[in-house]
């Protein structure tokens, strides 16, 4: 299938803007891999767009060392094959502490909807702990961690 680009979808929730930083990192490392991508909110996502993708990166800020709610309930939601045969990877920006575990916690919520979760995942520190306030960005080597992710999911899939 020469000329067909692969499709990817970065999906993510966000509070205070870190977690949408570390999306639009993700996309350019997809981009780079020449990977066409849509970067979309989760809240304005519907189940049914998930169809026309077969590369698929899911961000969560990190709360009490799990993702937010909004991004589990959406993932619980969906049809128990729904992701199936799809390429995935996950990423996290946390304040405080605990960004692995979030990490953990969201592969584990796409392997249970079929996805075939190819890499660990990057969490990143940014902001201020406790506080919608938005505190630091992630720091360049962050970015960089992000970017890559992209691209090595972009060879993956």
């Known amino acids: 299938m020469f000329g067909k680009r692969k499709k990817a979808l970065v999906v993510y929730h966000t509070k205070t ?4 930083e570390a999306a ?3 996309a350019r490392g997809l981009e780079a891999g020449k990977v066409s991508v849509t970067v979309k909110p989760v809240k304005d996502l519907q189940p049914q ?3 026309e993708y077969t590369i698929l990166a899911v961000g969560s800020p990190t709360r009490g060392a799990r993702p937010a709610r909004v991004v589990k309930r959406f993932i619980k939601g ?3 094959k729904a992701l199936k045969g799809k390429k995935a990877t996950v990423f996290s920006a946390y304040a405080g502490f605990r ?4 990490l953990r916690r969201l592969r584990r919520l796409l392997r249970r909807r079929g996805a075939k979760v190819v ?3 990057v969490a990143v520190k940014a902001g201020a702990p406790l506080s919608l306030w938005k505190g630091p960005q992630a720091s360049p080597e962050d970015v960089a961690r992000l970017e890559e992710l992209g691209r ?3 060879r993956k899939a």
Do not use: Y
């Open 152 to 154: 090595s999911l972009a």
């Open 99 to 102: 960004g692995k575990a979030t």
């Open 24 to 26: 639009e990192a993700v």
């Open 78 to 80: 969906l049809d128990r």
């Open 17 to 20: 803007g870190h977690t949408a």
């Open 119 to 121: 890499l660990r995942g």
């Open 49 to 51: 767009e998930l169809e």
